[in-house]
């Protein structure tokens, strides 16, 4: 798998109107990554999300996966968005089943892969009941749940527990983590919040905003076999202080 982000630009609008919202974005993501995209809200990283999923076109630039250029949404890129997203009159293992009903798989192999997803986010107890019965945390498992369903060769994450309470974040932090070390998924996460990126991903972008683009990249080569005790490392705490005085001085340029 290899995702390429080439010089993507992308703008709204026309004529004098015109309003830039991504400014030559490049980055790469390979088989079994997890790469964050972290930015203030307005700096594109819907719209890149969007490019990416292929329900929008770049203005300029070009966007591949497996060196095949993106030209519509498929299912080889799996969605989780922070509004729950799942079809309220479906059941949480009909939600799960959804995509690969979709696919034309065959009923006995969707019910037995519902069932194993259903484990894999722990929520078999839940199956039966409806996305208004579940806490918003239940809700965003099955909808992480029905993307890896379906195979995806990547899974996009936008600002996936933005909605939730701290406690329930942190628990749904957690969780994607071992998520991701137990089945090397790759990820690309999406979010304007600098723990949560530095906690799960390997590699951070730091988009700036007006328009959106990359100002900073770093590898974050921590210590994840515990999400607890990294939160208060030393060298945590030292690069998300780094990374923050550099997303504020971008705040203070725009105020300034
Ligand atoms: N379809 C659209 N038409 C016009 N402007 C848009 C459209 N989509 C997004 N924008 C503008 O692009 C900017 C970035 O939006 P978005 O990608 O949602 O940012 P983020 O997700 O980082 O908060 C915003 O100023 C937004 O108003
Ligand atoms: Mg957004």
């Given at each position: ?26 980055f ?20 890149m ?16 996966l ?13 969605m ?14 009909q ?11 065959p ?10 997803f ?18 918003g ?17 990547v ?23 071992r ?8 990820a690309?996460?999406?979010t ?15 988009l ?12 974050a ?5 515990s ?30």
């Open positions: 798998m290899h995702l390429q982000v080439s010089s993507v630009c992308k703008s709204f609008g026309y004529g004098p109107k015109t309003k830039p919202v991504l400014d030559a974005v490049s790469d993501l390979h088989s079994g990554q997890f790469l964050a995209l972290v930015g203030s809200s307005g700096s594109g990283k819907s719209t999300m969007r490019l990416i999923a292929g329900l929008d076109r770049p203005s300029s630039g070009e966007i591949r497996d060196g095949e250029l993106i030209r519509g949404p498929g299912a080889d890129r799996g989780v968005f922070q509004k729950y997203s799942l079809y309220p009159w479906l059941t949480a293992a939600n799960v089943a959804f995509g690969m009903r979709l696919q034309g798989r009923k006995a192999e969707v019910r037995e892969r519902t069932a194993y259903l484990e894999v986010v722990g929520l078999v107890d839940s199956a039966r009941l409806l996305p208004r019965e579940l806490s945390g239940m809700q965003q498992r099955v909808a992480i749940a029905r993307a890896l369903a379906a195979e995806p060769k899974l996009l994450l936008d600002e996936p527990f933005g909605a939730l309470d701290l406690q329930i974040r942190e628990s749904m932090q957690d969780f994607l983590h998520l991701w070390m137990q089945t090397g998924l790759t690309l996460l999406i304007h919040d600098l723990e949560e990126a530095l906690l799960l991903a390997q590699q951070v972008h730091i700036a905003p007006r328009p959106g683009r990359i100002v900073r990249s770093v590898n080569d921590l210590d994840r076999s999400l607890a005790h990294l939160r208060v490392s030393q060298p945590f705490l030292a690069l998300r202080e780094e990374l923050a005085s550099c997303l504020r001085s971008l705040d203070s340029t725009l105020t300034a």
